[in-house]
Every structure is written in structure tokens, then in C-alpha cells.
């Protein structure tokens, strides 16, 4: 079921003809296509690595955030006892 929306947008494709693109068209060398392959899979480890450093920095953010918790907690602490 094709997604509604604008004419110029996802479903174009489904606006075009069945024989707009011929399948002998599109035939690509085995070199073109390794290379091709290659690229995306380049892509998809600089892409995890980037998740994985979004994740280990979340943990750090993480004890960071508990750090300057129990900081304030205990300043709290002085200052109600200060305030006695």
C-alpha cells in the first residue's frame, strides 16, 4: 500500500509507468556492484561505530548526571544543618 502524499515526494515511483525502467536497463558490472556493496558496508561500520559511541557517552552522561545528584544532596544536607 503506498504511502500518501505530495506528488513530488515517496510515491512518485508509484505514479510511473510499469515499462519506465526496463530491467536490461540497469545492469551493472560485477566490479561496479562489489564496489557498490563495499561503500554500504562502509557506511553501515562507520555508521555502528558512531551508535556506539552515542551509547558509551550516554553511560558516562549517565554517571555524571548521579554524580552531581548525590553532590547536591549533600550540600542540601549542610545547608539544612546550617540552617538549625
Not at 36 to 41: F, K, S, V
Request: proline share 4%; charged share 30%.
Amino acid at each position: 500500500m503506498p504511502i500518501v502524499g505530495e506528488a513530488f515526494g515517496v510515491n512518485l515511483k508509484s505514479r510511473l509507468p510499469v515499462s519506465f525502467i526496463q530491467p536490461s536497463e540497469c545492469t551493472m558490472s560485477d566490479q561496479v556492484l562489489t564496489d557498490a556493496i563495499d561503500r554500504a558496508e562502509r557506511a553501515l561500520s562507520r555508521l555502528e561505530q558512531a551508535v556506539s559511541r552515542i551509547d558509551s557517552s550516554r553511560g558516562r552522561e549517565e554517571k555524571l548526571r548521579a554524580t552531581v545528584r548525590d553532590v547536591v544532596a549533600e550540600l542540601d544536607s549542610i545547608f539544612a544543618s546550617g540552617d538549625h
